[in-house]
Structures are given as structure tokens and as C-alpha cells.
């Protein structure tokens, strides 16, 4: 499925297809990047009852303040109800732009860049996070879930490998993905902005 703009709006779509997907693939696990959990908690859900292991992966504690987690407490405990699984492991990918200006250009920027222009940054990161972790191996078949800022609308089968094999992890299948972001990325910028002088 190519979706014509990224979106939350296209969160349930998605998640049925991946699920349909799963079954028809033998894939045995769904990651879930999710900043607060409130999507992770969705695909949980609809993946109730299911063979599909659920693993939500959200940003590393200090993420935007030092100390602090975006993942939210009451999405973690309905997550582990329902017996998904939750990594919060370093931000293997972000890291690289964000400390960008203070050190320059390395290797790792420029296939996060790379990714970033693929529109598989994110997919490909939540794999590393969780294989780091240990919760998928390295070789392993899984699908990634992903969305544009907000919700999910981003689907893919990957080859899972860990950070320090980065290099070697690779893309299988397509299951949905939008063909532009730019509504998205404009909507998020505009939030950002409006965030920012707020404060």
C-alpha cells in the first residue's frame, strides 16, 4: 500500500496490514516505534489473540530533557497486559544528527541521512534498538512499524541486525509507506514553532 501523504490517519490501515502480513509471512514479530506508546498500545490491541509478539520501541530516557522518558506510564502498563514488550534502548540513528553540530559529519550521520531520505530511518533504528537488546536476533525476519511524526503509516519486513553490524541489515518487503511526508514534516515544524514560543 502507497499512501499518497503521510499520516495518523492512516494508523489503523496500516496496522491491519501488517498483521495480515505477518500471518501470510511467518513473521513472528511487530515493532512498533512509538514515542508515548499510544501506538504501540493500538497495534497491541488489534495483534491481541494473534501468534504476533508486539516489542514497542520508543526513545531513550533524555530524549528532550535529561532524566526523562516520553513513554508514557499508563501506555506501558497497558502494554504489559497485554503482553507486548517495551524498549526505551539508546537512539542509535537520532544521535548521530543531533550531535552533528557539535562534531561534524561522521560515517553514522550519513547513512542515518540516507535512511532519512528512504523514509525508513526510523524502521530501521526501532530493529537495531531492539536486537541490541536482545529481544530480536540478528538474521531474524521482522516488520517494522513506523509513522510520520505522529501514528503509523510506514511498513516494512526487515533483516534484523544490531548496531555494531548496521551495515548488514536489509529490507525485504514493502508493506505500506507513504509516497510523500510533506504535509507531515510541515504540521510537525508548525507544532515545534508554536511549542517553542510558548515557552
Partial sequence: MFYEEGGSEHTDE??????????????????????SGASGVKMAEKAEGSSLEVIVVGHQFGFRTPGKSLFRE????????????????SDVL????????????SPISVITQTLIMAKIKVNV?????AADAGLVMPGER?????????GLDTSIVLEARDSA???????????????????????????????????
Fill in 14 to 35: 496500516t496496522i491491519d496490514l501488517t498483521i495480515k502480513a505477518a500471518k501470510e509471512l511467518g513473521i513472528k514479530k511487530a515493532l512498533v516505534a512509538s514515542t
Fill in 74 to 89: 499508563e501506555n506501558a502498563k497497558r502494554l504489559a497486559d497485554l503482553g507486548a514488550k517495551v524498549c526505551l534502548g
Fill in 94 to 105: 537520532t544521535n548521530s544528527i543531533r550531535q552533528r553540530e557539535r562534531l561534524g559529519h
Fill in 125 to 129: 533504528e526501532v530493529v537495531v534498538k
Fill in 142 to 150: 521482522v516488520i517494522s512499524v513506523a509513522g510520520s511524526h505522529e
Fill in 165 to 199: 553490524s548496521i551495515l548488514d541489515i536489509r529490507t525485504r518487503e514493502i508493506i505500506a509507506m507513504p509516497l510523500s511526508r510533506k504535509k507531515a514534516d510541515e504540521d510537525y515544524m508548525r507544532k515545534r514553532k508554536a511549542v517553542s514560543r510558548a515557552s
